[in-house]
């Protein structure tokens, strides 16, 4: 309160002075003080000198009829100026009506039995201001007394700035406590749980009401053993801190992990009271870490090398393929730039481009030369990815090789082998067609001169010589890889492959129109060995027949057929049963595998060779 002033007109205090006079009347009073009850002495001397302070008021009009010094102190007035004011004055300005309507609730509910308020009506703490304006929080103990004098109240104040502070550092704890977002929960001494907050229960699954009263067991999941817990046990109740990470297990059955704190508290004797726990979920940490040792482990031992860069440049990490492949040991590669490895073959033209490339967030891949570290040289099929960060800037750059030096080496050695198979085909082309011809032509001669079966048979030999030549250069001139497709008609294609063979009494029916997609070429090829197979082991009025299937065309013919046990080779080069080269058919075979057909020897239906072509793109 500010400096007092009189609101009840200079009321006598007659009345309180006899109140507080001792029986031989020391006190002086200015009425009759026997018409007045005095307290007693020992009233009076508890008044004075109890420690809280007390005041006496008129129950009717609130009017302070005496303070005692512990009120002097704490509101820094003189009891002369406080005796006489209104008690309503004692407490912050603005709010009279809502103490005075306390009061009055004193007066009428104290009558019996004290009243202890530390509120207002409204729910607001209760404060004296004093001299200084200080507002000091306070609890009232009321209490209405019947006199001869009249009806007072008297007020014990107690300072309760302590304990409020105390209150409010509670509640900020407890606010803390509940909006944690680490599972907090305290037990007894025994371990029985007296407290989980709300973070506890949406980890765990369990509520408030459901693990409050159990043990910490509850959330065992069955990984650690009985050692484990016996040693928290002991850490903690040594008064000493446990700090661990425990998989547990939620009420579903899910268990998860977390890096967890228990800490004993202690009374103010030394004496362990309870255990607080904190508890932090790292499930999703450990999952990562996991994910990222197997990530690790594959890179580890993966066969391509692998090495990872900052945005700079810099080397970070290689794995044990790239050691192997480059030369490089990682101590003598991380730290470095992958410029380490250039041969000299690309030039700077070359590289400013890939960095271009994976700095805007691209991929580059492409075949390199590389040098190794003891100077020879490998190519290297290479994969540059970026890593980016969440707004898509490179923050590294991970980079797979292939090493492809074998494969380059194997297509050198295969180029250098066609090289061969070329100049190959060109003797046999030249040199062995040359003699050939020479050789029918001087037999036409000796035909004219003399008749003798010996003639026929060189003939006979003759032709299989221009057989074989046919096959070997077809062979020879066969280049691999997929053949360049176009739309063919497999009638018109089957009529011209017929004509180019000596097909003698034998007979051709072709009952399909389908246009399939081929190389035509090779599939002449194919058809001529077939048609001239069929005629050669099929007999006199050899019937062969072309016709659809679902998705291919078959082959077949009426004579002698294939027996069960030599299907399976007759395919193969070199296999011959009546004195063929035994190329053609392999021929055949090549010709499906170069468009991806699948080729099947059968039965055909009047007993003959039936081979079955599927797998046909058609159109």
Not at 497 to 504: G, K, L
Not at 587 to 605: L, M, P, S
């Amino acid at each position: 309160m500010g400096a007092v002033t009189s609101l009840t007109g200079g009321r006598p205090l007659h009345r309180l002075r006899a109140l507080l006079s001792t029986d031989s009347g020391a006190a002086e009073s200015t009425h009759d003080a026997s018409a007045d009850e005095p307290l007693p002495s020992s009233c009076r001397f508890l008044f004075e000198t109890t420690p809280d302070p007390v005041l006496i008021a008129d129950a009717e009009s609130g009017t302070l009829l005496a303070v005692n010094d512990a009120t002097v102190d704490l509101l820094g007035h003189s009891s002369e100026a406080l005796r006489g004011e209104s008690i309503t004055q004692l407490h912050p300005a603005g709010a009279e009506r809502s103490y005075r309507r306390l009061f009055e609730q004193h007066v009428a509910s104290a009558e019996d039995e004290p009243v202890t308020v530390s509120r207002l009506p409204n729910g607001e703490q209760i404060y004296v201001e004093t001299r200084a304006g200080e507002r000091v929080p306070v609890e009232i103990n009321a209490r209405v007394f019947e006199t001869e004098a009249g009806t007072v109240v008297t007020g014990v104040f107690r300072d309760i700035t302590d304990r409020r502070r105390r209150e409010r550092e509670l509640e900020t704890f407890k606010a803390a406590v509940e909006n944690a977002g680490h599972s907090i929960y305290w037990t007894d001494r025994d371990g029985t749980i007296e407290y989980v907050n709300p973070a506890f229960e949406e980890l765990t699954g369990y509520s408030s009401e459901e693990a409050v009263g159990r043990n910490p067991r509850l959330l065992q999941s069955g990984v650690h053993d009985s050692a484990f817990y016996r040693d928290t046990w002991e850490t903690i109740l040594d008064g000493e801190t446990w700090e661990g990470e425990i998989v547990n297990e939620r009420t579903d059955g899910e268990q998860f992990t977390i890096d967890q704190t228990i800490a004993p508290v202690e009374s103010e004797d030394g004496q362990v009271e309870r255990f607080v726990a904190i508890n932090s979920d790292i499930t999703e940490r450990r999952d990562r870490e996991r994910e990222l040792q197997e990530f690790k482990r594959a890179v580890e031992h993966v066969g391509l090398a692998v090495f990872i860069t900052d945005a700079d440049g810099t080397i970070e990490y290689v794995n044990p393929a790239f050691e192997r492949i480059t030369g490089y040991q990682a101590a003598a590669a991380i730290g470095r730039t992958p410029s380490i490895l250039h041969s000299g073959e690309k030039d700077p033209e070359y590289y400013r481009e890939l960095w271009e490339t994976i700095r805007s967030g691209e991929t580059w891949e492409e075949e390199i030369v590389n040098r190794r570290a003891d100077d020879t040289t490998y190519h290297a099929l290479q994969t540059i990815s970026p890593i980016v960060d969440a707004d898509d800037t490179p923050r590294k750059f991970v980079a797979i090789q292939r090493d492809v030096s074998d494969i380059k080496a194997f297509e050198a050695e295969l180029e250098r082998q066609n090289e061969r198979l070329e100049r190959f085909a060109s003797v046999v082309s030249h040199d062995l067609r040359n003699p050939l011809t020479v050789a029918q032509g001087r037999l036409e001669l000796a035909r004219g001169e003399h008749d003798s079966d010996h003639l026929q048979a060189v003939d006979s030999s003759l032709d299989r010589m221009e057989t074989l030549i046919a096959d070997l250069l077809a062979l020879a001139r066969e280049k691999d890889g997929s053949p360049t497709l176009e739309a063919v008609d497999l009638s018109t294609i089957v009529e011209e492959s017929w004509r180019t063979v000596d097909t003698a009494a034998a007979t051709i029916r072709v009952t399909t129109d389908q246009t399939i997609r081929a190389a035509p070429g090779r599939v002449r090829q194919a058809l001529e060995n077939l048609f001239r197979n069929a005629v050669e082991h099929g007999g006199e009025r050899l019937v062969v027949t072309v016709g659809d299937l679902d998705d291919g065309f078959y082959i077949e013919d009426d004579g002698s057929g294939i027996p069960v046990s030599e299907r399976g080779n007759v395919l193969q080069s070199g296999y011959s049963t009546a004195g063929g080269t035994g190329l053609g058919l392999s021929i055949v075979e090549r010709c499906a595998e170069a468009h991806d057909w699948e080729i099947t020897v059968t039965a055909g239906k009047d007993g003959g060779a039936r081979f079955e072509f599927t797998g046909v793109e058609f159109g």
